[in-house]
């Protein structure tokens, strides 16, 4: 009965799939139909955004099933993907348009295939059709994600940058996929092989996903050159193609013996060839594999993962490997494959990759016996009367693709799948995690000392200025006998500069040069200094002191010293510190050396320049690393704008922008928001040396370019977030609320502000402003926000202590607060002081503890935030700390 409902079930889902195709086509196209629906194996991480009902259940979906919609607060739970809150068509905040006949033609030939590429991409993300045609279009016209996310609002519904770039990576491969099918048959084409055939036209531009275009790769890699010929392959150039053939539609007028020839010495070797053909027709065909999967999901599949041979003999020799120990809890590992955790899943890759474990997907000995029977009385049943041996054939056939072609293919594609997913999810976590380091607020007006602790080679001191200028560098050792005189010492250098906050890296002797700092503040060594300390990682410290931005940047230090310097700076200015060092060596998130290095650097520098962009730049101080991060900029006009510095003086307007060598339009539109004029440092410039503006203004060498008018006054407008293509628009809203540009940041211009838009609402004001409303409330920030706004003023800064705890003075049930560290896939590390990150487990991180505005994934916690926690259990052998989230710190 099982059986019978469940070939209803697949007939039913099949049979409501209508085609266009001729009749002799017709199973052809409808299996292309039915892996389009259906088969959502991934192979390249875009695929994980299809809804694909392999991870129906489960709480850890980790992407692969995600539908991005409006999600209750009550549905939160730690472990699951962040699901984006898009706007409904219905309720839409922008406005509906299309592509441009011609940019629309265009992409189509781009693509050469027979599918709309806006209502796939639509489908995908779940993103409404709309702000899918917007995106593509302004993506063509080259805008970056941060200038879409802050000046054209209304054209992308209020996304923000995670959905956009979501959306922006599916469509480059989509246009990829497209490409890359075109590529395998213009190959084919080449090698002479013939692929005119009115339903392989249509089967090749019907392809919309990675596995319908590896399924034909697949199909048609036996002819690749230099390929391994398979045994069907070999059955066929011995002429049993037509055999096989006859077996499945006239099996009444086959007889073997008669295909007895020249390489075929026997019946048995005429049944084997036959066989290894069928076999090989089974494991290609899209309905059969749909069937199998069908009966996949109704199954317990699971994953599997024991301690290798070698690596068991390795641990009886007692050889010292610490690998080994790390992976034990998954030397006797069984979980079903959809409720597997996205860590667990790169947890048993990397101990496959070193050879610690051994890994399998075990499918029940049920779906073997289930798909034999569906195979040997539905699909694969000879059309007329066939003889007991030619069924026996058939058996055969069917029972070596089942073992040699399809379970492989099979335990790849689940493989394959999740691996994706974990990836997808490692890396969001890593986006999250970053994009919280990197605002962390900055400490400002302060005299710093960074401090990179060492015992033999001593600790490395750098003090800097409240603007990162570095005073003085030098060595102490605080660890030996003469730790009185290295005291003295050190109470000289922050008496001097008038140093009294110390920032220690969380290396090698971290905790005895706390204990040492700690020590002289308890007995007010430093007064009359009011010093206190506090501990930042230093990961990434080391690379960057090595590096040629570091050596450009300090060329007369060490580089043992440089790292001071940049353990200073983190705490000081952690964007403009942090933005110099590869993301993969800043110390946070999870197994990002284990996922694709490509799909981690795109999301990395995408949030990079989220953060830089909205964060802003004083284009006058900032340093060339920084400006490289801005949306529209990169290292060449980085490098242009710091000549143009070098050659004229600060800047005194954005226009200025204007005649620095390789800026375009494009570029000055992309990156002219995100750039500052601040007049305070303009007027520090000045007074230090007038700024050698160009009488006239250089002309541009390009394309018949002439030169480039710009004014050469300061405009007070430019030290906002409004873009200089909406100065006008905020001319007039100052005209109307009755103030001017130099009261901006000011309280009078804030209260006429807010009186104005009491009496007439902001969509009121745009239509009399002709302006859309996005644009509106960003210009009333941008009036009414003080000078020198920073948005990370919302984060916390580094705690700075004046005592040390050690973890022996841990107790359960104590109440701490700290500051989270760094979040893992399984749980968040937080910094409570003692020298050792505790772990709160992601089953510890509930829905009633969070604050209202952190209950989506993506704001969950991340590094920067400040929770009070409970101590649930102190393992001071293992160096391990439990605890329970008791409460966000807002």
């Known amino acids: 009965m099982e059986r019978k409902k469940l070939d209803n079930d697949y007939r039913a889902k099949i049979g409501g799939i209508q085609t266009d195709c001729p009749e002799e086509t017709g199973a052809e196209e409808s299996g292309t139909s039915v892996r389009t629906k259906e088969e959502r194996v991934s192979f390249i991480v875009s695929e994980s955004y299809q809804r694909d009902r392999w991870a129906d259940e489960g709480s850890s979906q980790a992407g692969l099933g995600v539908k991005k919609e409006e999600v209750d607060a009550e549905d939160f739970t730690f472990d699951e993907p962040c699901l984006k809150k898009q706007k409904t068509s219905a309720a839409c905040m922008g406005k509906p348009t299309n592509l441009p006949s011609s940019e629309a033609q265009s992409l189509r030939n781009e693509l050469n295939m027979n599918w709309d590429l806006i209502e796939v991409l639509s489908h995908l993300t779940c993103v409404e059709r709309w702000v899918c045609a917007n995106i593509i279009m302004l993506l063509r016209e080259e805008n970056t994600v941060p200038f879409m996310v802050r000046y054209r609002k209304d054209m992308i519904n209020h996304m923000d940058a995670d959905a956009v770039r979501d959306v922006q990576m599916v469509y480059e491969e989509l246009c990829s996929l497209a490409k890359r099918t075109q590529s395998v048959v213009q190959t084919l084409k080449k090698d002479g092989f013939i692929l005119d055939s009115p339903h392989m036209k249509r089967a090749l531009t019907l392809i919309t996903s990675s596995v319908q275009c590896l399924c034909f790769c697949l199909q048609y890699s036996p002819y690749k050159k230099g390929s391994k010929l398979t045994k069907a392959r070999r059955a066929k150039a011995l002429g049993l193609e037509d055999a096989a053939s006859a077996l499945m539609n006239t099996p009444h007028t086959l007889d073997l013996r008669a295909w007895i020839k020249p390489g075929l010495s026997s019946v048995e070797e005429v049944a084997t060839g036959v066989e290894h053909i069928l076999a090989d027709m089974m494991a290609k065909d899209p309905e059969t594999l749909t069937y199998v999967k069908t009966l996949c999901e109704k199954s317990f599949v699971s994953i599997q993962s024991s301690v290798s041979k070698s690596a068991l003999k390795e641990k009886e020799q007692q050889n010292k490997n610490k690998d080994i120990d790390k992976f034990q809890l998954y030397f006797d590992f069984t979980c079903n494959i959809q409720r597997i955790q996205p860590h667990q899943t790169l947890a048993i890759n990397r101990g496959e990759s070193l050879k610690i474990l051994t890994v399998k997907v075990n499918i029940p000995d049920r779906v073997k016996s289930d798909f034999t029977r569906w195979c040997i009385n539905n699909r694969w049943r000879p059309k007329t009367f066939a003889k007991e041996e030619l069924h026996a054939i058939i058996r055969n056939a069917v029972e070596d693709s089942y073992k040699r072609l399809i379970l492989p293919f099979l335990t790849r594609s689940y493989r394959t799948k999740l691996t994706s997913a974990a990836e997808k999810e490692s890396i969001a976590m890593f986006v999250r995690n970053l994009r919280q380091r990197l605002l962390v607020c900055p400490v400002r007006g302060c005299v710093i000392m960074g401090v ?101 940047e300090m060329p007369d230090l060490d580089p043992n010293l440089r790292s001071a310097v940049s353990i200073g700076r983190r705490v000081q200015d952690p964007l403009a510190e942090l933005v110099k060092i590869d993301p993969k060596h800043i110390g946070i998130g999870t197994y990002q050396h284990d996922v694709s290095a490509g799909a981690l650097k795109t999301a990395l520098d995408g949030v990079v320049q989220e953060c830089v962009s909205f964060v802003g730049v004083d284009i006058n101080i900032c340093s060339e690393i920084l400006m490289r991060h801005v949306a529209g900029l990169n290292a060449g006009r980085a490098r242009s704008i710091t000549e143009w510095r070098e050659q004229h003086g600060p800047f005194i307007n954005r226009e200025q922008l204007k005649l620095v060598k390789g800026m375009g339009p494009k570029s000055y539109q992309q990156c002219a928001g995100f750039i500052r004029i601040n007049p305070q440092t303009l007027s520090r410039s000045a007074a230090g040396s007038p700024p050698k503006v160009p009488e006239k203004p250089a002309a541009k060498k390009g394309k018949g370019k002439t030169g480039v008018n710009v004014s050469t006054s300061f405009n007070p407008l430019d030290q906002t977030c409004i873009h200089p293509e909406s100065y006008h628009v905020a001319q007039r809203f100052l005209s109307l609320v009755g103030g001017s540009v130099d009261q901006i940041g000011s309280t009078t211009l804030k209260h006429c502000v807010e009186n104005k838009v009491k009496t007439s609402s902001v969509e009121e004001l745009a239509r009399t402003l002709d302006t859309t409303p996005e644009t509106l409330k960003l210009i009333i920030d941008g009036l009414t926000q003080p000078p020198g706004f920073d948005i990370r003023q919302n984060f916390g800064q580094a705690d700075f202590k004046r005592g040390v705890v050690s973890m022996s003075d841990l107790r359960v049930g104590a109440v701490l607060t700290g500051r989270v560290d760094n979040t893992a896939l399984f749980g968040a590390f937080v910094d409570i002081g003692v020298g050792r990150a505790g772990l709160i487990h992601k089953s510890n991180i509930t829905l009633d503890k969070l604050p209202v505005s952190q209950r989506r994934r993506s704001l969950a916690l991340g590094p920067g935030e400040r929770v009070e926690v409970r101590v649930l259990n102190v393992d001071l052998q293992r160096g391990r700390i439990g605890l329970d989230l008791i409460r966000v710190l807002q």
Do not use: W
């Not at 003295?488 to 220690?504: A, D, F, G, P, Q």
């Open 452 to 552: 990179d602790p060492g015992f033999r080679h001593g600790c490395k001191l750098a003090i800097l200025s409240p603007t990162s200028q570095i005073l003085h560098t030098d060595v102490v050792y605080l660890h030996n006998s003469n730790q009185q005189r290295e005291a003295e010492k050190l109470r000289h250098l922050m008496t001097k500069y008038s140093c009294n906050r110390v920032v220690i890296g969380n290396g090698t002797a971290c905790r005895e040069t706390e204990s040492f700092f700690a020590d002289l503040i308890s007995r007010r060594y430093f007064h009359p200094l009011d010093v206190s300390y506090c501990i930042t990682n230093e990961a990434g410290a080391s690379i960057y002191s090595v590096s040629p931005e570091a050596v450009q």
